[in-house]
């Protein structure tokens, strides 16, 4: 009958706990913060009812002999630490995507802008991630046999460790690969380079990365191992006389606001000159012969 009880008054305090957390937001806000604080409530009604219901079962529950109480305790703490993770990573999400969602959503955002936009989501993935973590080592601390793989767990001796060691690792590889290409004779800053079928030119070495102006006036920044791994023409490694391309530079109204555009526009170029030949100089246009023996 107690544990029945208080279960009853967790369920009618999650009930409460909800319908002041509304008014609140309704009333005290004013709209100032309501933005955030609607969202919040509505997403995480229920894992707050049911961090409220488990914790409540947990405490309420007898710490007796091996039993159906123990078991069910057990669950209860459990349950309890679950629905925490649950709480917290429903937070998360509903704070990135109010976030993204108040950020401008104009594809031709300012620098800053994209730079929040890219921040935010690997934070919030991190913090998912050590969140989970975190409950599944508080979980396996639960079980006897498996305790202490669970501390480990806890602590980041194991997996987050282990993640530590590989990013190590791999920024430790790019700084010995920046030393290498500084000190190879491969290339230099300036010097013209086709990599991956991209033209352009060096702008930057640094230790980790290199950065190559291309001939469009976009930056391909690529990490110092790729120039130690992978094969790339070097067009001026022992002059400066190259081959060069002619290009057709028309009136500046042809240009484009952003990528999509400019796609879209070099699409009706292309279209329009082949239009143009088709009708003017059909004799140019590539044609497929075969030849058939009798």
């Known amino acids: 009958m107690r544990t029945a009880l208080i279960v009853v008054a967790a369920l009618v305090a999650a009930v409460v706990v909800d319908l002041v957390f509304g008014v609140l937001v309704r009333r005290l806000a004013h709209g100032r913060y309501k933005w955030l604080l609607e969202p919040l409530r509505l997403a995480c009604r ?166 190559i102006r291309l001939w469009d006036e976009r930056m391909l920044i690529l990490p110092t191992t790729y120039f130690t791994e992978r094969p790339f023409q070097n067009w001026t490694r022992n002059e400066s006389r190259v081959v060069g391309k002619v290009q057709i530079h028309v009136d500046l109204q042809a240009s484009a606001a952003d990528g999509a555009s400019a796609w879209d526009l070099r699409c009706d170029l292309r279209e329009g000159l082949v239009a143009y030949l088709r009708d003017h100089h059909p004799q140019w246009l590539p044609r497929t012969r075969s030849q058939y023996q009798t």
């Not at 031709?108 to 998912?128: G, K, N, Y």
């Open 46 to 211: 229920r894992p707050a009812a049911a961090f409220l219901l488990a914790g409540a079962l947990y405490y309420a529950l007898p710490t007796g002999p091996a039993g159906w109480q123990r078991t069910l305790r057990h669950t209860a703490a459990i349950a309890l630490v679950a629905s925490g993770a649950w709480l917290v990573i429903r937070a998360l999400h509903v704070v990135e995507s109010i976030v993204f969602h108040r950020l401008p959503a104009d594809e031709i955002a300012s620098r800053r802008i994209r730079r929040a936009r890219t921040q935010i989501r690997p934070v919030r993935r991190l913090t998912v991630a050590v969140v989970t973590i975190v409950a599944i080592g508080l979980i396996l601390i639960t079980f006897r046999p498996v305790r202490l793989f669970g501390v480990s767990v806890l602590t980041s001796a194991g997996v987050v460790g282990a993640l530590i060691g590989l990013s190590a690792r791999t920024a430790l590889g790019n700084a010995f690969a920046g030393v290498q290409v500084a000190f190879a004779d491969g290339l230099h800053v300036g010097d013209v380079l086709v990599v991956d079928g991209e033209w352009g030119r060096v702008e930057e070495v640094k230790l980790t990365n290199v950065v």
